[in-house]
T-cell receptor
Framework: SQQGEEDPQALSIQEGENATMNCSYK?????LQWYRQNSGRGLVHLIL?????REKHSGRLRVTLDTSKKSSSLLITASRAADTASYFC??????????FGRGTSLIVHP | DGGITQSPKYLFRKEGQNVTLSCEQN?????MYWYRQDPGQGLRLIYY???????QKGDIAEGYSVSREKKESFPLTVTSAQKNPTAFYLC?????????????FGPGTRLTVL
């Protein structure tokens, strides 16, 4: 099964700054999803981008997808302390079963 | 109040014992999944079920067993054959495993082997 790899593994920023995290994958996909996990909790879906889309927005989130480079990025603008969490990408290929990498651990300092 | 529930939240087990983790959903979803998460690691797929009375092994099924007798329930048994069961276990569901649907996750069960 396909797995996304997030980069960086850890990111520490100040409140108000933007946070960018990247995801790479290896084979063709139907879509790519981003999830968030607060410490000790389940994952929460943030946004889905389909393989024929290049950019998608949802509130302070902006996701891009470059299928030629097999990569995606998640940008959180004007970050808040409450954005502190781990973020996972989940590329979905032919099996339609999302698989998850190690995630990016984001800490936003007040 | 719809969603996925997992119980218990914390579970302690002695070595050599089997334990069963509960996962229930009232979302009428066809597909259900079990993942294991170790500290600082991603989620690894243990088992998944796309329809009642059918389930498939994921990437790390050894030492685990599941059943899917009802659409809303997908319990996971961690057997004594699982060598290192201490981990955080997450259950998820989605409406239709043959489409690109969002997965909905439960709150997780943290299993510790004493």
């Amino acid at each position: 099964s396909q797995q996304g790899e997030e980069d960086p593994q850890a990111l520490s920023i100040q409140e108000g700054e933007n946070a960018t995290m990247n995801c790479s994958y290896k084979t063709s996909i139907n879509n790519l999803q981003w999830y968030r996990q607060n410490s000790g909790r389940g994952l929460v879906h943030l946004i889905l981008i389909r393989s024929n889309e290049r950019e998608k927005h949802s509130g302070r989130l902006r996701v891009t997808l470059d299928t030629s480079k097999k990569s995606s990025s998640l940008l959180i603008t004007a970050s808040r302390a409450a954005d502190t969490a781990s973020y996972f990408c989940a590329p979905q290929g032919g099996s339609y079963i999302p698989t998850f990498g190690r995630g990016t651990s984001l800490i936003v300092h007040p | 109040d719809g969603g996925i529930t997992q119980s218990p939240k914390y579970l302690f087990r002695k070595e050599g014992q089997n334990v069963t983790l509960s996962c229930e959903q009232n979302l009428n979803h066809d597909a259900m999944y079990w993942y294991r998460q170790d500290p600082g690691q991603g989620l690894r797929l243990i088992y998944y079920s796309q329809i009642v009375n059918d389930f498939q092994k994921g990437d790390i099924a050894e030492g685990y067993s599941v059943s899917r007798e009802k659409k809303e329930s997908f319990p996971l048994t961690v057997t004594s054959a699982q060598k290192n069961p201490t981990a955080f276990y997450l259950c998820a569901s989605n409406p239709d495993s043959y489409s690109t649907d969002t997965q909905y996750f439960g709150p997780g069960t943290r299993l510790t082997v004493l």
